[in-house]
């Protein structure tokens, strides 16, 4: 049974850019939210998408956006990137039924020069 | 709004000492749930341990133990004869149904074990 999974393991990007990062769920899981550690940092929380809708957001500006796809998998999308969204993107995963238990993948890190 | 505090920045010790990390929450809502988790340096969150705001009894797990305690908001965590593969940065965090369990975290404590 695989666990939440995420790619890429790494990436760099130059401001400005655009990035988008995918997220798997675990198998049986339906809802995904998004997390930004920024170094030295708890996760903060993005966005959380549940029947492929936006079910709440953070404090995060329009830059971010995600999509959920019908086989649950998940997308996270930054756009114009600054130098501090260079931080660890964090995916978890849970199903409605029991959403107070989170799985975590193991993030994509990114560095924006 | 939700808050998690963890006043602690970072601990060292050495291996066999014990070590509580302290963990404060905010939280208006009567149903919540509080969790710890470990990062070590690769960077993966694991889970260590979730409570519900209803079961306030202390629980132990091997070298792991936790104390609830509602009155003083505190949900602070043990470690007993800690070894150096402890060494990592641990996260106290806060999710209630109201929020559809967003995960509130503290800033970590980095607990650094040496021999």
């Known amino acids: 049974d695989a666990g939440v999974t995420q790619s890429p393991t790494h990436l760099i990007k130059t401001r400005g850019q655009q990035v988008t990062l995918r997220c798997s769920p675990k198998?049986?899981?339906?809802?995904v939210s998004w997390y930004q550690q920024a170094l030295g940092q708890g996760p903060q929380f993005i966005f959380q998408?549940?029947?492929?809708?936006?079910?709440q957001r953070g404090n995060f500006p329009d830059r971010f956006s995600g999509h959920q796809f019908p086989n649950y998998s998940s997308e996270l999308n930054v756009n114009a990137l600054l130098l501090g969204d260079s931080a660890l993107y964090l995916c978890?995963?849970?199903?409605?039924?029991?959403?107070?238990?989170?799985?975590f993948g193991p993030g994509t890190r990114l560095t924006v020069t | 709004a939700q808050k998690v505090t963890q006043a602690q920045t970072e601990i060292s010790v050495v291996e066999k000492e014990d070590v509580t990390l302290d963990c404060v929450y905010e939280?208006?809502?009567?149903?919540?749930?509080l969790f710890w988790y470990k990062q070590p340096p690769s960077g993966e969150l694991v889970f260590l341990i979730r409570?519900?705001?209803?079961?306030?009894q202390n629980e132990i797990s091997g070298r792991y133990s936790w104390n609830f305690q509602k009155s003083t908001s505190s949900f602070n965590f043990t470690i007993t004869a800690s070894q150096v593969v402890d060494s990592a940065v641990y996260f106290c965090?806060?999710?209630?149904?109201?929020?559809?369990?967003?995960?509130?975290f503290g800033t970590g404590t980095r607990l650094l074990v040496s021999p």
């Open positions: 998408y549940y029947e492929e809708e936006e079910r």
């Open positions: 965090a806060l999710s209630s149904p109201r929020g559809f369990q967003k995960l509130v």
């Open positions: 409570r519900n705001s209803f079961d306030e």
């Open positions: 939280t208006r809502d009567t149903t919540y749930y």
């Open positions: 198998s049986g899981h339906d809802t």
């Open positions: 978890a995963s849970s199903s409605v039924g029991a959403s107070y238990e989170q799985y």
